[in-house]
């Protein structure tokens, strides 16, 4: 079985992230490095995909100021979404060529590691039709001691897909999971698009940690999961690999890049 590498690199901001993707997807494409799933947190951020529309952005900029949200136009798929804190968030860095998928199987593929690991930790969750993303169903619903009444009359999403797959088959980007975050946060955009549903965290079902030791615990745990279906799904040997590593490699730090030219939506 072939190795792919994993490792979790704490909470790293958006465009520093983005930078080291870019990097390691260069050396994936010249076979310097195995299929890679990066593991992560973002400070707050709402990042908004190729397909995305400035009006779903719902906060405007003094606000998004006084509660620290950057904003951020990328080159993945889909709309807008939100990162932050108690959210694991997934880059897979991997060769689809080399392995005969294209981006819908490699898709699915993401789409069965989260519902696999969310099936560890005892939550139901699946797809929907026309809606990307994994979600949580009214019928799981009902077993979510701490869900609003609302919530409980149709889906939720409990995790984001949106990824990119270059010309040569190099994937960036990927998923966020929503463990123990402050939902809060997702009223300032309508996620992905889609007005009409809510959204969701794995705490909702498991409760709230009761102290940062508890939280970080919980976040190790489901990281570490998901590392193990990562293996599974793609069929690699997980390797885990000191983020320092992939960060020299890349020749690059944590802190953000001063070079590099992003493109603010609050300037669209």
């Known amino acids: 079985m072939e190795r792919g590498w994993w490792s979790v690199l704490g909470t790293v901001p958006y465009e520093a992230a983005w930078a080291l993707q870019r990097a390691l997807a260069e050396a994936r494409a010249a076979r310097a490095i195995p299929d890679t799933l990066l593991l992560l947190e973002h400070p707050h951020v709402f990042t908004l995909g190729r397909s995305a529309r400035p009006e779903h952005v719902l906060w405007d900029e003094a606000e998004r100021a006084r509660r620290g949200v950057a904003l951020v136009v990328t080159d993945r798929g889909g709309d807008v979404t939100y990162h932050g804190p108690g959210q694991v968030v997934g880059y897979l860095i991997l060769d689809l060529h080399a392995r ?23 939550i139901a969750a699946g797809t929907l039709p026309g809606a990307p993303g994994v ?11 701490w869900c609003p009444p609302a919530l409980r009359r149709a889906p939720a999403k409990i995790a984001a897909i949106g990824a990119r797959v270059d010309a040569r088959g ?3 980007h990927g998923f966020a999971l929503n463990v123990c975050p402050d939902l809060t946060y997702f009223t300032g955009i309508i996620p992905c698009g889609i007005a009409d549903k809510g959204v969701v965290s794995m705490a909702m079902f498991l409760g709230e940690p009761e102290d940062e030791t508890a939280r970080s615990r919980l976040m190790a745990s489901v990281q570490e999961e998901l590392a193990r279906r990562f293996g599974e799904v793609f069929a690699l040997e997980p390797e885990h690999v000191d983020p320092a590593r992939l960060w020299s490699l890349a020749g690059l730090s944590a ?4 070079n590099e030219k992003f493109i603010w939506a609050s300037k669209l």
């Open 100 to 122: 005969g998928l294209d981006k819908v199987a490699f898709v699915r593929r993401i789409e069965q590691m989260l519902i696999e690991t969310l099936a560890r930790f005892g």
């Open 135 to 145: 979600w949580v169903q009214p019928d799981a619903m009902s077993r979510c001691a």
């Open 170 to 172: 190099i994937t960036t």
């Open 255 to 258: 802190e953000p890049p001063r």
